[in-house]
């Protein structure tokens, strides 16, 4: 009975196989989440169980028609990703971004060239293609993950930008390690190795970026829900189609897509956020469990010790770099510890490498072995990452985070250290311009809220004790509550109650309709920096914005920084 089940199943049409496979996935899911797993990792062991590792239900063709789904989902995953690269967010993380891009795109691959050419005996050509490829991180589980653990804060928000760069360092160092292999020193030089990869780079540039801005034109003149959901469906679909077409990377074009969409366009809510947050469970649950449905350990046996060597070297490269570049940046000791065990998910963009490899006539006569090591050590990563990056999660203390806190305004990209004015006029004009560009508020009159201010002040200062100033404006009707955050160690020298310097100044932007809110974020602010001197001693002195974030979001700052809907049941 069994085996006549499955000869009808491969026998099944795109949409059977698709429903099958669904059902399989959010079951799977549903089941893994009671035991306190990740739901990829129970969706891929599923799709590994009705795959070609167990029962193999389906076979090929019928796998082969659901393609351009899981291209669709991967164009999804990676326009996320891309999304995670806020200028303007990522203000104060770009020190630890770029010690962490520098280090994973050098120390990873050397380890695992080193350990694949002088313990393995694998040649220079395999080693370093295999050590560029070991590079990247799979973006669809790190943002899947992260979703389902409803993680918050400066590690998640370093996590996704490292993901979403050393996607874009893998592609481009991978081809130009191609490249240089298929260098014919008698006819090229090492200049006209680096042209490819330069086109594939600015080609994904100019790809994702025009239809970025193209979709913000649309996005500007149509209000109707389905007809932007519509857009941002089809401006999607022809980043990845066209890419495919000019034989560029589409998970780089989609990057960049969504990096365009979150930097220079205003509808990033709009295009990201809200357009595929309904669907995007189902989407995953078909594109994890077709993942599993892929894997194999046919090529375990071919692979041997270099897919040993690939996953130690990797993962050891992963975890050194992570610690070494945010020891460099002085971040916090939870993104320094757990970060390198959060990068360890490898998929989408390994198995595409596999594929150039494979269809590259240049690279024949290793193309066999390169597959099986590669695919073995990704079978293993889509295994153990998920796990490993929940854990991580976890440790850092940001699971569950991701819910409306009282003060969830100040972030890291709101607050500055060392901060220094001449006078209080001077330091609220700072904080006024900080106020504007770190919560993009262009469209509000800069005049008008440094008016409100200097006006409040006038009637009355707001200088409270234990250095702690709280000056605030008046925001246009409508706006969200916003603010900012000034630490000073050496203290500012201004007028106060208790004749001591500030420390700590909140410029505080709301509307008439926040008064309530404003008035509960004031009172939190008075009890806990202006009068817990323990918490003042760790806040003054905060090494950086995201220390001081740390301590205003983390897991023991509950108890003032509460979460909203706490408070509303």
């Not at 069994?2 to 059977?16: D, N, Q, T």
């Not at 495919?244 to 956020?273: H, M, W």
């Not at 130690?312 to 992963?318: E, L, Q």
């Not at 809220?449 to 702690?468: F, K, M, N």
């Amino acid at each position: 009975m069994p085996i006549l089940v499955a000869e009808g199943l491969h026998a099944s049409g795109p949409l059977l196989t698709l429903a099958i496979v669904l059902l399989v996935g959010l079951g799977s899911g549903a089941i893994v989440k009671r035991v306190h797993l990740p739901r990829i990792t129970g969706q891929i062991l599923a799709g590994m169980a009705i795959g070609k590792v167990g029962f193999d239900l389906f076979g090929d063709e019928p796998l082969h028609a659901l393609q351009p789904l899981t291209h669709f989902a991967l164009g999804l995953m990676a326009v996320t990703v891309g999304a995670h690269l806020n200028m303007r967010r990522l203000r104060n993380a770009g020190k630890r971004l770029f010690y962490l891009l520098l280090l994973e795109a050098t120390l990873t691959p050397l380890l695992v060239i080193g350990a694949l050419h002088f313990i393995g005996g694998a040649t220079w050509t395999l080693a370093t293609l295999m050590g560029t490829c070991a590079i990247a991180t799979a973006p669809a589980t790190v943002v899947a993950v992260v979703g389902e653990a409803h993680a918050k804060g400066v590690f998640v928000k370093t996590l996704i930008a490292a993901v979403a760069l050393n996607n874009m360092a893998c592609i481009f160092l991978f081809e130009v390690a191609r490249a240089f292999a298929r260098i014919d020193p008698g006819t090229q030089d090492w200049m006209d190795a680096l042209a490819d990869p330069a086109r594939q780079l600015l080609s994904a540039i100019a790809i994702g970026g025009v239809l970025a801005v193209a979709m913000e034109g649309v996005a500007r003149y149509v209000v109707q829900p389905d007809r932007i959901a519509t857009a941002a469906v089809l401006s999607l679909v022809l980043t990845s189609g066209t890419a495919s077409y000019f034989e560029v990377s589409p998970l780089l074009a989609c990057l960049f897509l969504g990096f365009v969409q979150t930097n220079i366009t205003r509808t990033r809510e709009k295009l990201v956020d809200t357009i595929f947050e309904d669907f995007q469970p189902a989407i995953l649950a078909v594109f994890f469990t077709l993942a599993g449905m892929h894997l194999s350990f046919d090529n375990v046996a071919v692979a041997g010790v270099l897919a040993a060597l690939l996953f130690s070297a990797r993962i050891s490269g992963k975890i050194l770099a992570a610690n070494w570049a945010m020891r460099i940046a002085h971040a916090t000791d939870n993104v320094r510890r757990y970060l390198g065990l959060a990068l360890m998910p490898q998929a989408g963009v390994a198995v595409a490498l596999v594929i150039l490899v494979q269809d590259d006539p240049a690279f024949a006569h290793i193309a066999t072995l390169f597959s099986a090591v590669v695919l073995t050590v990704v079978t293993a990563n889509e295994i153990f990452g998920p796990l490993a990056l929940r854990i991580a999660l976890q440790r850092s203390g940001e699971a569950n985070m991701d819910r409306t806190r009282l003060i969830d305004f100040l972030q890291e990209e709101n607050i500055v250290t060392d901060f220094r004015a001449g006078s209080k006029h001077d330091a609220i004009e700072k904080l006024v311009d900080l106020l504007i560009s770190s919560h993009h508020l262009h469209d509000v009159d800069r005049q008008a809220i440094l008016e409100s201010v200097l006006q409040r002040e006038s009637q009355a200062s707001t200088c409270l004790p234990g250095g702690l100033a709280v000056p605030h404006g008046i925001l246009p009707s409508g706006q969200a509550m916003v603010g900012v955050m000034a630490l000073s160690r050496e203290g500012l020298d201004f007028e106060t109650p208790d004749h001591h310097r500030v420390h700590c100044m909140v410029l505080l932007g709301t509307s008439k309709e926040q008064r309530d809110r404003h008035i509960q974020v004031l009172a939190a602010l008075a009890q806990t920096i202006g009068l817990d001197s323990a918490f003042q001693a760790q806040l003054f002195n905060a090494k950086n914005p995201a220390h001081a974030s740390e301590l205003l979001h983390g897991e023991e700052s509950v108890r003032f920084n509460y979460f909203l809907d706490d408070e509303n049941d």
